[in-house]
């Protein structure tokens, strides 16, 4: 049974990373007794109750078994009474707490702040007991309930003794002791451990000095930073007291900002301006991905003759050359700007014989290149003489170019 312990603690104490609470190691010998021992998390702990007749100084001590009967005893392990292994002068609530009793050299008797951390490891009061329990019913009466042993501890019920010679729930409890005093307590009882058959969980409470009860021995160790990223890593601290200083990125600002870090290191991400660090707009009222700080107002239209090829928003300033004369047939409805050269119409001509829709009869009936212009080149025998030089010249083709296109009178 001894060895299933034994390679159940193994099996859960090993750290994946390197050496456990308790050095990789298994056991331990003192006073010639072999105890099992297993790591729970930073935790070293006896994995079965103190059996000694003998302090750490080799000097005899008052040991009790329950029903003095010495078979129960190398079962369960030794009663002891706080009385003698603490002291009202010596009871800590500290972190270790400093009281060897009569664990070996190295080891101590765990503080009630000690008993938490073991508690709070394994999911609290309420369901703790189911892991620290032995799950074997040749030990622990029916129903052992929610018993695991999934922690290694391999909790037996040893019941235990009051201050006459009687002794009380062997199988149905387990009572372990703590160095630290009830400061509730009318008589200054301490703070014990206990463990039942019945119950999944773990009950923290009082007792008399002077009643006997089981001692587990905790291993001693080293306070301080167990962090080897912090700028105070203590590579001899084996218990991290929450002491570890980080450098970092001291500003809030930034995308990195280390609320644990108390010295800048100058690492600090900022995000650019008028971004979050999540490379978003912190302002973007129209959902485009430019933020509104960096919005370029202008035409954006390509086919305007303002367009602004770096314009990320239209300010409706867009101008359109175009003919702008209702009465042509290409008026543009969105010209801003007027080009009269653009302007096409529709023209009705008197004298199109051919339909052409060009110009090529004569209104007055005479095939002499004038419509009906009062002047007095039209009675001139001189044809073409618009001037009345009696010549046709350069003259008449001006004064011709000028009277074409009128209607005579």
């Not at 060009?358 to 073409?384: H, I, K």
Request: with cysteine; net charge negative.
């Amino acid at each position: 049974m001894k060895l299933l312990f034994t390679a159940l603690a193994f099996l859960i104490g090993v750290c994946v990373f390197g050496q456990d609470a308790c050095n990789n190691q298994t056991s331990i010998t003192y006073h010639d007794e072999t105890y099992d021992i297993v790591a729970i998390e930073e935790q070293c702990w006896f994995a079965e109750n103190l059996n000694t007749a003998y302090d750490a100084e080799g000097e005899e001590i008052v040991r009790y078994w329950f029903n003095d009967d010495e078979a129960i005893g190398q079962v369960y392990g030794g009663l002891y009474v706080w009385d003698d292994f603490v002291g009202q002068s010596l009871n800590s609530n500290s972190t270790p707490s400093g009281v060897q009793g009569f664990c070996p050299n190295g080891w101590h008797v765990p503080s009630i702040s000690e008993w938490d951390t073991l508690i709070v490891n394994l999911g609290g009061y309420e369901v703790a007991g189911g892991a620290l329990k032995n799950a074997s019913q040749d030990y622990w009466d029916s129903p052992n309930t929610g018993a695991s042993n999934s922690s290694g501890f391999n909790a037996l019920p040893s019941g235990y003794g009051n201050t006459s010679p009687y002794y009380f729930a062997l199988g149905h409890k387990a009572c372990y002791w703590s160095t630290s005093i009830d400061a509730g307590s009318e008589y200054n009882n301490a703070l014990t451990i206990q463990l039942f058959s019945d119950q999944e969980g773990v009950v923290n409470t009082g007792a008399g000095t002077n009643v006997k009860f089981s001692i587990r021995c905790l291993k001693d160790y080293t306070l301080g930073c167990t962090d080897s990223n912090a700028i105070n890593y203590n590579s001899e601290a084996s218990y991290n007291d929450g002491s570890c200083l980080y450098s970092g990125c001291i500003d809030s600002e930034a995308c990195n900002f280390n609320e644990l870090a108390i010295e800048d290191d100058g690492s600090c991400i900022f995000p650019l301006q008028y971004y979050n660090c999540d490379g978003n707009c912190i302002v973007d009222s129209d959902f485009d991905g430019i933020c509104d700080e960096l919005e370029i107002l202008g035409c954006t239209d390509s086919q305007a003759v303002n367009y602004n090829p770096l314009a990320t928003d239209s300010d409706d300033s867009c101008d359109y050359i175009g003919c702008m004369d209702l009465q042509a047939v290409n008026f543009s409805t969105i010209a801003t700007v007027s080009d009269a050269s653009l302007c096409l119409y529709n023209i009705n001509y008197v004298n199109d014989v051919y339909s052409d829709g060009v110009e090529d009869g004569y209104s007055d009936g005479f095939n002499d290149g004038v419509n009906s212009v009062e002047c007095p080149p039209c009675d001139n025998d001189c044809s073409g003489d618009y001037t009345g030089d009696g010549s046709v010249t350069v003259g008449d083709l001006l004064e011709f170019l000028i009277l074409y296109g009128n209607d005579c009178e």
